[in-house]
């Protein structure tokens, strides 16, 4: 196997495919990571939350992280890391037509971006009663790694694929 690295384009190409990523926050010298549905633009990503341990560590330390990948097999495969800055759009300052733009672009990349937060809780009653959150993180820095299968390993891959797909040949 391969690794290299890869451009600015190819990064801004893998985030605007995906949709799901690890957001990394940290608090006290202790790091925290979670699954997120994000939806990409140039220089932010925007989300959307339940009030929970990632909100409360990321109003005290905005800086994050967030990582995106595809990944075709063990030797196959391209992954983004994101560096920025957390800013909740909830606050007084965000008026509701930069709500209303995360909402809009969340709701693009997936139909039921709201479904995955709201999930959590379990109880339909509450969903009413718990606090959401929209925020972005404003990118700072961007790169990317991608691994390409080298001419054995691919022709290895290649006839484990045709064994899997026609047993009896």
């Given at each position: 196997?391969r690794?290299?690295?890869?451009?600015q384009?190819?990064c801004?190409e893998?985030?605007?495919?995906?949709?799901?990523?690890?957001?990394?926050?940290?608090?006290?010298?202790?790091p925290?990571?979670?699954p997120?549905?994000f939806?990409y633009?140039?220089?932010?990503?925007?989300f959307f939350s339940?009030?929970?341990?990632?909100?409360k560590w990321?109003?005290?330390?905005?800086?994050?992280?967030?990582q995106a990948?595809?990944?075709?097999?063990?030797?196959?495969?391209?992954?983004?890391i994101?560096?920025?800055?957390y800013?909740e759009?909830?606050?007084p300052?965000?008026?509701?037509?930069?709500r209303?733009h995360?909402?809009e672009?969340?709701?693009?990349?997936?139909?039921?971006?709201?479904?995955?937060p709201?999930?959590?809780?379990?109880?339909?009653?509450?969903?009413?009663?718990?606090?959401?959150?929209?925020?972005?993180?404003d990118?700072?820095?961007?790169s990317g790694?991608?691994?390409?299968?080298e001419?054995?390993?691919?022709?290895?891959?290649?006839?484990?694929?045709?064994?899997a797909?026609?047993?009896?040949?």
């Open positions: 196997m690794i290299t690295s890869i451009s384009q190819e801004t893998l985030l605007q495919r995906v949709s799901i990523g690890r957001l990394a926050c940290s608090l006290n010298d202790q925290y990571v979670v997120v549905a939806s633009e140039p220089d932010r990503l925007y339940t009030f929970g341990k990632k909100i990321m109003r005290q330390n905005p800086k994050v992280c967030l990948d595809e990944i075709g097999n063990r030797w196959n495969w391209i992954s983004v994101v560096t920025g800055t800013s759009l909830n606050v300052q965000y008026h509701t037509a930069q209303e995360a909402r672009q969340l709701a693009a990349q997936c139909s039921e971006w709201w479904r995955i709201l999930a959590e809780t379990g109880d339909r009653s509450l969903v009413s009663s718990i606090e959401t959150v929209f925020f972005r993180i990118i700072k820095s961007m790694l991608r691994a390409v299968p001419a054995e390993e691919a022709a290895k891959l290649d006839g484990v694929s045709k064994a797909l026609h047993p009896s040949d």
